[in-house]
């Protein structure tokens, strides 16, 4: 919702402004009320909301924005895009842990050549990022490439399969190492147990009360 916002409001009037026949098109299940009553053609801003098959959509867009703003992890969106040969403009949240060189945080771009797309670090740049990827033919087929590049490389299913099943086996394998360091788990166990056996006391307490009790009440005479 929030970058469906921020688009309305802060970067679509612009990015428009300067490519009068585009238009922005925001896809996902259950929009509210309020993302679908933004919608206004004669802006060329259209929320079509959930749709059957991301090819199709995918594959017919120029580019897909993101000003991803808070968040972390792997993106689905953007993956998807780059699946679909579709490059994108996002945010450094945005494309946080999704390059294949270690993410900077010191207002360094990461540059086109290892993201599927561009990187905006302000307002300003997010708006000049989508009109030049829009119009500029050779950056955009170039983002394309570096976008399945990206996809093939991080988040190719048989080979990310591979190393989580190496993963688990390592850790399989040396679970009772693991299990001595690690400390944190250990105190859990220790309260979890611990409560079972107040709980379990409780129970017993309660059970021996009512053992107690007589079985039947005489009416007074």
Request: proline share 4%; net charge negative.
């Given at each position: 919702v929030d970058q469906v916002l921020v688009l309305k409001h802060h970067l679509w009037p612009r990015i428009r402004a300067a490519?009068?026949?585009?238009?922005?098109?925001?896809?996902?299940?259950?929009?509210?009320?309020g993302i679908q009553q933004l919608q206004d053609a004669s802006t060329g801003f259209?929320?079509?909301g959930y749709v059957n098959d991301l090819s199709q959509v995918l594959s017919q867009h120029r580019v897909l924005l993101a000003p991803v703003r808070f968040g972390a992890g792997i993106k689905g969106k953007i993956v998807d895009a780059w699946k679909f040969g579709c490059?994108?403009?996002?945010?450094?949240?945005?494309?946080e842990?999704?390059?294949?060189?270690?993410?900077?945080?010191?207002g360094t771009s990461i540059g086109q050549h290892s993201?599927?797309?561009?990187?905006?670090?302000d307002a300003d740049d997010f708006v000049q990022a989508a009109i030049d990827l829009y119009t500029q033919r050779d950056l955009w087929e170039s983002s394309q490439q570096q976008g399945e590049v990206l996809r093939s490389t991080l988040y190719d299913a048989t080979r990310n399969l591979k190393h989580l099943q190496a993963a688990l086996e390592g850790a399989w394998?040396?679970?009772d190492r693991r299990r001595?360091?690690?400390?944190?788990?250990?105190?859990?166990?220790?309260?979890?147990n611990r409560s079972t056996q107040y709980f379990s006391q409780w129970i017993e307490q309660k059970e021996t009360r009512s053992s107690?009790?007589?079985?039947?009440i005489e009416p007074a005479s």
């Amino acid at each position: 919702v929030d970058q469906v916002l921020v688009l309305k409001h802060h970067l679509w009037p612009r990015i428009r402004a300067a490519l009068p026949e585009a238009t922005l098109h925001v896809y996902g299940a259950y929009p509210t009320l309020g993302i679908q009553q933004l919608q206004d053609a004669s802006t060329g801003f259209f929320v079509p909301g959930y749709v059957n098959d991301l090819s199709q959509v995918l594959s017919q867009h120029r580019v897909l924005l993101a000003p991803v703003r808070f968040g972390a992890g792997i993106k689905g969106k953007i993956v998807d895009a780059w699946k679909f040969g579709c490059p994108v403009v996002t945010t450094p949240v945005g494309s946080e842990g999704m390059t294949l060189e270690a993410s900077t945080n010191d207002g360094t771009s990461i540059g086109q050549h290892s993201w599927g797309g561009l990187v905006a670090w302000d307002a300003d740049d997010f708006v000049q990022a989508a009109i030049d990827l829009y119009t500029q033919r050779d950056l955009w087929e170039s983002s394309q490439q570096q976008g399945e590049v990206l996809r093939s490389t991080l988040y190719d299913a048989t080979r990310n399969l591979k190393h989580l099943q190496a993963a688990l086996e390592g850790a399989w394998i040396h679970k009772d190492r693991r299990r001595q360091k690690d400390y944190v788990s250990a105190i859990l166990w220790q309260e979890s147990n611990r409560s079972t056996q107040y709980f379990s006391q409780w129970i017993e307490q309660k059970e021996t009360r009512s053992s107690d009790l007589p079985s039947t009440i005489e009416p007074a005479s």
